[in-house]
């Protein structure tokens, strides 16, 4: 007789695969299906929700193609991802600083656009000590707009301090499904799987948190996180490349692989709507 292994050991909990598909500084020249307006972003929506995302997190930009954060820019952009993939998509707005924005006009742009999901860095928002009573209000005033969190942490430093920020009450209740940054934004940056390790030993890491990384070992990473029960971001914001080092087609095909490793790993994918719920579970 053949033993079976049991069925709670078989289940894990869906993978929420996550698309950045330009980032704040890149353009057609890094590749040229980087999408920059809102109908391209728009048409990599309806792209990378067939190949298994289930959040898109969306950079604007100005005419000149400069990063934006402007509440009415992300209205059209959130606006044209609707109408081609209606909710199927849950669509998160940056507040990046990108070197041209201050935390206040950062918090004042996010409070104009009530988003169904922003990500925040918490060494912007939250740069020193001084910064951290207009931070508790800005996250009290998330939690009670409903509004998804991700918090951006660059280091296992910064792991530290957001559980310090945690437990003092500064962020708020709820959760905040924080991305760790495998890496930083300069050139020819390679992330590899090993990178994920000190932010997983600097404190108990979080019921929900999500790992992007930096070249064509991106998906050798997505992999790693996935099989130790994280969540992971693709996309051009942060690779261009596929594993062999070539160019990647576009978005999708990051998206992919991340859903493929997922499929070898008998773990299923989420939706938007498995996304939504989590943070309310």
Not at 47 to 53: D, P, R, S
Not at 102 to 113: M, N, Y
Request: glycine share 6%; hydrophobic share 45%.
């Amino acid at each position: 007789m053949t033993a079976t292994a049991p069925a709670e050991a078989l289940l894990w909990p869906p993978l929420v695969i996550a698309n950045a598909p330009n980032g704040a500084t890149r353009t057609k020249t890094d590749h040229p299906a980087l999408p920059m307006t809102a109908a391209e972003l728009a048409r990599n929506a309806a792209e990378i929700v067939e190949a298994g995302a289930a959040l898109i997190h969306i950079h604007v930009r100005d005419a000149e193609g400069r990063h934006l954060l402007d509440a009415d820019a992300y209205r059209e952009a959130t606006a044209a991802i609707r109408r081609e993939v209606g909710d199927r998509l849950v669509v998160q707005a940056t507040s990046e600083a990108a070197g041209r924005y201050k935390a206040p006009e950062q918090i004042a742009v996010v409070r104009a656009l009530r988003p169904e999901a922003v990500s925040l860095a918490l060494r912007e928002i939250i740069p020193d000590e001084a910064h951290e009573a207009a931070a508790a209000d800005f996250f009290a005033w998330l939690r009670r707009e409903r509004v998804l969190v991700q918090i951006i942490l660059y280091s296992p430093e910064e792991v530290l301090r957001y559980h310090t920020l945690k437990g003092r009450g500064v962020l708020g209740e709820g959760e905040d499904f924080p991305l760790f940054v495998l890496g930083r934004y300069t050139s020819g940056q390679v992330s590899t799987p090993a990178d994920l390790v000190p932010f997983l030993a600097a404190g108990t890491p979080p019921r929900l948190w999500a790992m992007c990384a930096f070249g064509p070992k991106e998906n050798a990473c997505a992999t790693v996180a996935a099989g130790l029960g994280g969540h992971v971001r693709v996309g051009f914001e942060n690779n261009l490349f596929a594993p062999d080092g070539t160019h990647a087609d576009n978005n999708a095909a990051q998206v992919r692989r991340a859903a493929e490793a997922a499929r070898l790993l008998n773990r299923p994918l989420a939706t938007a709507d498995v996304v939504r719920g989590l943070y309310n579970a």
